[in-house]
């Protein structure tokens, strides 16, 4: 077993560049697949250690790299989302985001950071290690699916990925808990709605004259919870939620068109089923009321993540190991959040874990911020994962 100290200690000697890294990426956010920048800084920090490195990855920014053991042995990966979200930032941080309207509120700039802080600790350890370890910089988490694209375009097979472990960053862990993650359903899944309501344009101040889709809008948003609060079962986690609505150009006319968009997170197929098609009818029985109609869009986003229960049941023992008993947790509920890591775990025995973020914030939240303190240990962590992974995945199955 390898020197948990020594590799501690290793890493905090990489802090301040691990850190120095998390911040360049903060200040310069990327939407979903237009992460060029983040994808250059990371293939020239790979290529620096003398990785070898597969950049535009299934045509899109993914950057691979691959890290190749002096003995053989198993392959495993590890990944990173770099995708940032539409959200205005406000942290008051001195390196806070520089682009308008978008921000790491996620925390997938500290992913990059962590395995980028692996990359130069494994690197060292090189000739230790036995078999590959995939360092996968993952595009479009957030709603664009960049972990289904690249597992489709081949990404398990072309390297021989055999398991798969991430992290993602968390708020709300038990206080003390560094890290935490469950056996089997982790996730909820995740899915899109989007609804169009067909109104008739009028002067505002004669109603009458016209069919106002805002008001049939908010008819649906409302009946959309009783679908939760009477039609599906209080032990059963569902959640209907309309993110956006859009009508309208001015204050004083009846809009001609409502749109909605939404997000439903379910735990099993049964009431997924269910809600996809409620959704559908609760619009038709409320547009035919108002005498106009609609129309209706459902999208399966993300399944759950179910990890591996047992590559888990030993991540948890690895994990013992590195933070003590007293710092790690198991998740007792799945979360209602969708994460497309799922569609690695649907292929080959996967696990992915929450890291406490020291924030007090929640994710997607402008005020959502990291403590810088916790990189260096992730990033140890993960090179304990990878290099603890080596025997177990020898005799996996």
Not at 74 to 103: H, Y
Not at 163 to 184: D, I, K
Not at 328 to 334: F, G, L, R
């Amino acid at each position: 077993m390898m020197n948990i100290e020594i590799l501690r200690q290793t890493a905090q000697e990489k802090s301040s560049r691990i850190i120095e890294l998390r911040r360049q990426i903060h200040q310069y956010p990327e939407l979903a697949y237009q992460e060029v920048r983040t994808a250059q800084l990371i293939q020239k920090e790979l290529q620096q250690l003398g990785v070898e490195v597969h950049s535009n990855y299934a045509e899109t920014t993914a950057v691979i790299g691959v890290i190749h053991g002096e003995q053989s042995g198993p392959t495993r990966a590890l990944r990173a989302d770099m995708d940032a979200l539409s959200v205005q930032e406000n942290t008051g941080l001195p390196f806070a985001s520089k682009i308008p309207g978008k921000m790491h509120a996620c925390g997938h700039d500290a992913h990059v950071a962590i395995l980028l802080g692996a990359a130069h600790l494994l690197n060292q350890l090189h000739h230790e290690l036995s078999g590959k370890i995939v360092l996968v910089f993952q595009p479009a988490e957030e709603g664009g699916g960049g972990g289904r694209k690249l597992v489709e375009y081949g990404l398990l097979e072309e390297f021989g990925i055999q398991a798969m472990f991430g992290h993602h960053v968390w708020s709300n862990l038990p206080e003390g808990c560094a890290y935490a993650t469950r056996q089997g359903v982790l996730t909820s899944n995740s899915d899109a709605v989007f609804v169009e309501i067909v109104g008739k344009g009028a002067h505002g101040a004669r109603p009458n004259m016209g069919i106002d889709p805002v008001i049939i809008a908010s008819h649906y948003v409302l009946a959309c919870q009783e679908l939760i609060s009477r039609e599906i079962a209080p032990y059963d986690p569902a959640v209907i939620t309309f993110g956006k609505l859009q009508a309208g150009d001015t204050y004083n006319v009846i809009s001609e068109k409502a749109k909605l968009e939404g997000t439903v997170r379910t735990q099993t197929f049964t009431t997924q089923d269910f809600l996809e098609k409620r959704l559908a009818e609760v619009l038709t029985g409320i547009t035919s009321a108002f005498r106009t109609t609609g129309t209706f869009k459902y999208v399966r986003n993300y399944p759950s993540v179910v990890n591996d229960p047992q590559l888990t049941a030993q991540v948890m023992i690895w994990a013992e190991e590195f933070w003590g008993k007293e710092q790690i947790a198991t998740v007792s509920q799945p979360s209602m959040v969708g994460e497309d890591f799922a569609f690695y775990a649907r292929k080959i025995p996967a696990c992915l874990g929450l890291l406490n973020s020291g924030s007090n914030e929640d994710l997607h939240n402008p005020r959502f911020t990291i403590n810088e303190g916790i990189l260096a240990s992730a990033a140890a962590w993960t090179t304990y994962v990878a290099v603890r992974s080596t025997e177990f995945l020898e005799n996996l199955h």
